[in-house]
């Protein structure tokens, strides 16, 4: 079990840029494949990205590829979501997740998440 903190959450404008951060506590992250997900207002909580552990692989939801890019830094148990080129659609809590088995797009397949980060992007 390993605890995650996500950060770097906030309001933007259209256009803009943020990056997310989810630091993990208890366990080195490393040992964990990371997602991404979001959930908006009266939506369920959906895919965003991913990163194996491992060699790193990276995974995307089909809606948001090459605007987000996900990475990690092994050495400060960190992995982040870089959001570009934001649009108003993406206002979302934005939650990371740790799977020890398989990297998963599906939200069952994390046993861990951070508390969520509030990110509000202004059209």
């Known amino acids: 079990q390993v605890q995650l903190v996500e950060s770097g959450g906030g309001l933007v404008q259209a256009g803009g840029s943020l990056r997310l951060s989810c630091s993990a506590s208890?366990?080195?992250?490393?040992?964990?494949?990371g997602g991404w997900f979001r959930q908006a207002p009266g939506k369920e909580r959906e895919f965003v990205a991913l990163s194996m552990r491992g060699f790193g692989s990276t995974g995307y939801a089909v809606s948001v590829k090459n605007r987000l890019n996900i990475s990690r830094n092994t050495a400060r148990d960190t992995i982040y979501l870089e959001m570009n080129n934001l649009k108003a659609a993406y206002t979302a809590v934005y939650y990371c997740g740790s799977a020890s088995y398989s990297g998963s797009k599906e939200v069952g397949g994390y046993a861990d998440w951070g508390q969520g980060t509030q990110v509000t992007v202004s059209s």
């Open positions: 208890g366990g080195a992250f490393s040992m964990y494949h």
